[in-house]
């Protein structure tokens, strides 16, 4: 039978994020309700699917969904079967640097150091303790923006970041990604400078498109001081993550997550787990569409020819 209906989806939070009650994820409401899905996950930017007992397969399926998914350049972490699949864990897995066991702490958006960065990315919880601890949070970066004063949001549509996947302030920084890669890789990781509000490709809603400058390796705000920089990128990054605008998810045993990285951002809490407690996910990436600027005149994303090294 036929499911084009639209999802029953109960919001999360205040300004986004839904628990989507129907359909379930199996290969059918895939095929069937997929377009009704993606069109829900525009609404709502984050998707949550409870209990969904799936394979690596549908669940590699239920990706496709949200764009074309991405094969991870890194091998050890991919899944054995499904080559776009990878695998989250908090423990020492063989062939694992340590600090994988905690990635994604501290708030991002997923590849934004890259010309065209991630699209969706989606969670399944396939070992998830029953112990408080190692939550995902969520920040709506979109409804942030809009909350702003008109003046200030007409400066901000002026301005670009520069980004770099292995910039630090600190190179020495435990979580300076600079350590974590070779010189043919440091090579590879060009700067890259993206407008600081985006417009949506499918929605044409406008976001603030910016992470802190230690874990999102942004090196800071084209053509202001530094300090000035700083000063703006924490007055924006403690806006976005107010709790007017933060969903907090706590994993149950097999909940699949979905979220738009172009509009959301979000944060690992797996430090504040113990080890002893598992926790295994599944994670599909989509490739991303390019960062349109809400200002034509600010131009596209583009690699910067004075690139910091
Ligand atoms: O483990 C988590 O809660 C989120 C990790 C993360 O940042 C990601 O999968 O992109
Ligand atoms: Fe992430």
Not at 62 to 80: N, Q, S, Y
Request: charged share 25%; aromatic share 8%.
């Amino acid at each position: 039978m036929a499911l084009e209906s639209t999802p029953i989806a109960n919001r999360l939070a205040a300004t986004f994020a839904a628990e989507v009650k129907s359909p379930n994820l199996t290969s059918e409401t895939i095929r069937e309700s997929g377009r009704a899905i993606y069109e829900t996950y525009l609404e709502h930017k984050v998707l949550v699917f409870r209990a969904q007992d799936i394979t690596a397969r549908t669940f590699a399926d239920f990706g496709t969904i949200f764009g074309r998914p991405e094969e991870h350049h890194v091998l050890k972490l991919r899944h054995p079967e499904e080559p776009t699949l990878t695998w989250l864990s908090n423990q020492n897995e063989p062939g694992r640097n340590k600090e994988m066991k905690t990635s994604g702490q501290g708030w991002h958006s997923d590849y934004s150091y890259k010309l065209v960065p991630g699209s969706a990315t989606m969670l399944h919880g396939l070992e998830i303790p029953d112990t408080p601890g190692g939550d995902t949070l969520f920040a709506d970066a979109e409804a942030a923006f809009a909350a702003l004063p008109e003046e200030r949001k007409a400066y901000l549509r002026t301005l670009r970041v520069r980004h770099q996947y292995r910039w630090s302030p600190d190179r020495e920084d435990p979580w300076a990604r600079w350590k974590y890669i070779g010189p043919e890789e440091r090579k590879q990781t060009p700067e890259i400078t993206h407008p600081l509000v985006r417009r949506h490709p499918d929605t044409g809603r406008e976001t603030l498109f910016i992470q802190p400058r230690i874990i999102g390796s942004v090196i800071g705000i084209d053509g202001l001081p530094e300090d000035e920089s700083t000063a703006l990128i924490d007055e924006l990054i403690a806006h976005i993550t107010s709790d007017a605008f933060v969903y907090r998810h706590r994993w149950s045993p097999l909940d699949v997550v979905v979220w738009d990285n172009r509009c959301v951002l979000h944060s690992a809490t797996t430090k504040d787990l113990d080890e002893k407690h598992v926790r295994r996910l599944l994670r599909l990436t989509t490739a991303g569409s390019a960062v349109t600027p809400s200002l034509p005149e600010v131009g596209h994303s583009r690699r910067s020819p004075n690139s910091s090294d």
